[in-house]
């Protein structure tokens, strides 16, 4: 790394919190902790970290609510930590903003997949900074998406799909290359977060199901997303 990256290690068990800050400070991160929801989002705000590690269940505030409120003024990647296996803490995370989650009890090397594939997508937007396609813009510095100069109501998941498909505009992408990207880790056939994304944007880009406008199928590959003039 050309500078130290910044996290904001947000969970109430001191023990836990203490390992992975320990952790990941040993890996060459600069590391800071909060124990509850609402002295997280201040430190937020206040400090704006480079990724934010979000616990689930917190005192005060729970990390759904801290998410879904720092959206309103944080772009950076955040990872949820939670001990709930099953989709609905994962669904609800990717709802209201997360970037991807991990699951208790936490298993040091995919942290640290995760959160290197988190930063340096986050970087590689920020070298990138837009992408045009007739109405359609993407602006990776202020994760907007507007069609026509209006402005798509995305959050952070679904935009980085839509990003990473764009970017590769005509050529297929897979579901593993994707969980690869935003996740960090390989396919194991069984994880349904791209997929998830993918419906969730196609329905926000107005596309029906059977009949995809921008993003398309390509059974057993991938997905592909097209240019206006090749939808037809």
């Known amino acids: 790394m050309t500078s130290t990256k910044h996290i904001l290690v947000v969970e109430d068990d001191t ?21 509850q929801g609402d002295f997280a989002l201040a430190m937020i705000a206040e400090e704006e970290p480079d990724l934010v590690l979000l616990d689930v269940m917190l005192p005060v505030k729970n990390g759904f609510d801290v998410c879904k ?13 939670t001990a709930c296996v099953e989709d609905g803490d994962e669904i609800q995370g990717l709802e209201v903003g997360a970037d991807d989650y991990l699951t208790k009890p936490i298993r040091p090397q995919v942290m640290l997949a995760r959160i290197k594939a988190l930063l340096r997508r986050a970087t590689d937007d920020n070298i990138k900074q837009q ?9 990776a510095v202020a994760k907007s998406v507007t ?17 990473l498909l764009a970017s590769k505009v005509g050529t297929v992408v897979s579901r593993s290359d994707l969980i690869a990207q935003l996740r960090g880790i390989e396919y194991d056939g069984f994880d349904r977060s ?10 926000k880009l107005h596309e029906a199901q059977n009949q995809p406008y921008k993003i398309k199928t390509i059974r057993g590959k991938g997905y592909l997303f097209c240019r206006e003039d090749e939808t037809q």
Do not use: C
């Not at 992408?131 to 602006?139: E, P």
């Open 15 to 35: 023990s836990l919190a203490e390992w992975i800050s320990d952790y990941l400070l040993d890996h060459g991160y600069s590391i800071t902790v909060a124990s």
């Open 69 to 81: 409120e720092a959206r309103a003024f944080y772009t950076g990647p955040i990872l949820f930590m």
């Open 131 to 139: 992408l045009v396609f007739d109405s359609l813009v993407l602006n």
């Open 147 to 163: 069609i026509e100069q209006k402005v798509l109501d995305l959050n952070a998941n679904e935009f980085d799909v839509l990003w």
């Open 194 to 203: 791209v997929d998830i994304r993918v419906s969730r944007l196609r329905k």
